[in-house]
C-alpha cells in the first residue's frame, strides 16, 4: 500500500505503480542521480552514457530478482513522473529500496515530505522504517533530521533505520 499523502500532499504529488513503459524514466533517473560521480572518470561522455545505462539495467535486473514483490511506485507532480520510490515490507519494517527525484525536484523539501509520509505510515503499522544509504549521499542529513540512526556500517553503504 502507497503512503499515504499527507506532507506530500503539499507539494501536488501522486504515486502510480510502476511499469515496464517506465524503464526509459528510470534508467535516466538512475543516470541524474551519478552523472556527477561518473563524470570523474574522465571518460567521453558516451562512454560515461553507456555506462550508466549498464549500472541503471544491472540495478534494475537486481531489484527484480531481489525484491519483486516489493511495492516499485512512480511519484508524479501534474501528471509527469519526477521520481521513483520502492518500499518493501518486513516483519519489523518498512525498507525503503529506493527513493530518488529528478534533479529540479530535489532540494525542495518533496522528498522529505515522502519520507515523512512513509514513517508516519510505518508509525501506524508499529514499524520501523530502513534505508541504505551511502556514505558520501548529500541526503544523510535528510534522514538524520528524520531520526534515522545508522545500524550498520556495511562500507560503502550505511543501514539505518528509525524505530517504531
Do not use: C
Not at 555506462?51 to 507532480?77: G, K, N, P, T, V
Amino acid at each position: 500500500m502507497p503512503p499515504p499523502l499527507n506532507a506530500a500532499a503539499g507539494f501536488a504529488v501522486s504515486y502510480r505503480p510502476f511499469t515496464g513503459d517506465d524503464l526509459p524514466f528510470v534508467t535516466e533517473l538512475y543516470a541524474s542521480t551519478r552523472r556527477g560521480e561518473v563524470a570523474t572518470t574522465g571518460w567521453p561522455p558516451e562512454m560515461q552514457e553507456a555506462f550508466l545505462a549498464q549500472q541503471a539495467a544491472a540495478q534494475h535486473s537486481h531489484y527484480s530478482l531481489h525484491f519483486a514483490d516489493a511495492e516499485w511506485l512512480i511519484i508524479e507532480h501534474d501528471g509527469r513522473p519526477i521520481g521513483r520510490l520502492y518500499v518493501e515490507d518486513l516483519p519489523s519494517d518498512r525498507h525503503i529500496i529506493d527513493i530518488a527525484l529528478v534533479p529540479d525536484s530535489r532540494g525542495r523539501g518533496i522528498g522529505g515530505a515522502i519520507l515523512e509520509d512513509v514513517l508516519e505510515q510505518a508509525r501506524g503499522l508499529g514499524k520501523g522504517v530502513t534505508i541504505h544509504v551511502e556514505k558520501n549521499n548529500p541526503a544523510r542529513s535528510l534522514y538524520a533530521r528524520l531520526g534515522f540512526g545508522l545500524v550498520e556500517d556495511l562500507g560503502i553503504y550505511d543501514l539505518m533505520r528509525v524505530a517504531p
